[in-house]
């Protein structure tokens, strides 16, 4: 029997909370589908620094490095905001994605039909709807050199300060990322639309011909469209089901996918899966997570809605185990307890529901894992 090692990252703020009901439905896979995973924890973010001092030590980075897939919470809260840049929970993450060469992060966003009323779009817009962002995750503008606040400002200016950050990609980059997205629309709608802002910048214009160079010599058979990342969000609003696959790069992607999340009904639905190149095992680097952050405002209360944590194991199950079936199954059991009405806060709206805490939610999911 394969065992899959697992490592999990809960993390700051509502982190632990959602991560304690993925380890719930991990408990059911072994349980009833024999299917053998060894999980160890570590630390990550705020949880890490107030440990080590920093938000991320050498020894879990080395730990994510081996496993099979990494799990993580969230990181980030009010406790740390005021930290050097340099320690700030959030780096930890970004440390992550940068030195496992996570480069591929896909954002399914659907809308699942008994929270097409709740979404803040009216339900002919998002019914059914089933989009993919693909968001550059390891370059751009959240890595690029040169970067940091200085005293350089000679204008005469009051202040005198100047914040710099790199908007920087190369071919390879936005090619990797542009094969990963193709690939993907192959086994969805076959369309990839990216977006970029061609218009004012130059690395957008790159990004624009370096995907159409790989849709012309790799993938003509996928139906290919460009459009401006500001007009993007607009779409996203205005008619999000004309999308199929979009692929664009870490910033945009960053602000986009959080947009796509309340086309679902809460943020606190959408999963995530960090791709990188194959390992040795033919598996490729990964890392699960969801979406949303910490959640400061809601930690510790029992409200967060585990459901994008517990989405991304499935994803986790998809993409890094092969297991599709285990993975229709968990989101088929998410599909139900949201028939039957069962509600976190984040979903409850004037149609009512049936109010659940966090861990409420997740025994129902393992009950209807064992239901369906
Ligand atoms: N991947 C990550 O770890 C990640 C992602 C985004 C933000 N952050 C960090 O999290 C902290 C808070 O950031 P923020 O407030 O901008 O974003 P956030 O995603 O934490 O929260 C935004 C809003 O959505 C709600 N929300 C989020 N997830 C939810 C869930 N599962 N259930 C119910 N409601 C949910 C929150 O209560 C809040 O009102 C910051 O430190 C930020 O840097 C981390
Ligand atoms: C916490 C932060 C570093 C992160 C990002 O900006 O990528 C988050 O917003 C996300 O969407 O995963
Ligand atoms: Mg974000």
């Not at 993975?327 to 984040?346: I, N, P, Q, S, W």
Request: negative net charge; hydrophobic residues 40%.
């Amino acid at each position: 029997m394969t065992t899959y090692s697992l490592l999990i990252l809960p993390g700051d703020g509502i982190g632990p909370e959602v991560m304690a009901e993925v380890r719930k439905v991990i408990g059911w896979f072994e349980k009833n589908r024999g299917l053998s995973f060894a999980v160890s924890e570590d630390l990550v973010g705020g949880a890490a620094y107030d440990k080590h001092g920093k938000p991320l030590a050498d020894e879990t980075m080395a730990r994510a490095q081996a496993a099979d897939a990494v799990l993580l919470g969230a990181v980030g809260g009010p406790k740390y905001d005021n930290l050097d840049f340099s320690v700030k929970p959030e780096r930890g993450l970004l440390r992550l994605r940068k030195e496992m060469d996570l480069f591929a992060n896909l954002r399914p966003a659907q809308c699942f039909d008994a929270l097409a009323d709740f979404s803040s779009l009216k339900r002919d817009v998002v019914a059914g709807l089933d989009i993919l962002i693909v968001r550059e995750l390891t370059s751009g503008v959240y890595f690029g050199e040169p970067r940091g606040i200085s005293d350089d400002d000679t204008s005469g200016n009051e202040g005198g300060r100047v914040g710099v950050n790199t908007q920087r990609y190369t071919s390879g980059e936005i090619r990797r990322v542009a094969r990963a997205a193709f690939e993907l629309a192959r086994k969805r709608g076959n369309r990839v639309c990216s977006m970029e802002k061609a218009n004012v910048m130059e690395s957008g214009i790159l990004w624009r011909e370096e995907v159409q160079w790989v849709h012309d010599n790799e993938y003509p058979d996928v139906e290919l469209s460009h459009m401006y990342a500001d007009n993007g969000a607009m779409q996203l609003v205005r008619n999000p089901r004309q999308f199929d696959v979009i692929v664009t790069d870490n910033l945009f992607g960053d602000i986009l996918s959080d947009a796509a999340a309340m086309l679902t009904g809460s943020l606190g639905m959408l999963p995530s899966a960090s791709l990188g190149a194959p390992m040795e095992n033919g598996r490729p680097k990964a890392l699960y997570e969801p979406v949303h952050g910490s959640a400061p405002d809601i930690a510790g209360q029992g409200k967060a809605n585990p459901i994008a944590c517990i989405l991304s194991f499935a994803m986790c199950l998809r993409y890094s185990f092969d297991l599709g079936a285990e993975a229709d199954l968990l989101e088929k059991a998410v599909e139900k307890v949201l028939a039957d009405g069962l509600r976190t806060g984040d979903l409850m709206g004037a149609e009512g529901g049936k109010p659940v805490s966090t861990a409420e939610m997740g025994d129902h999911i393992v009950a209807a894992l064992s239901a369906l």
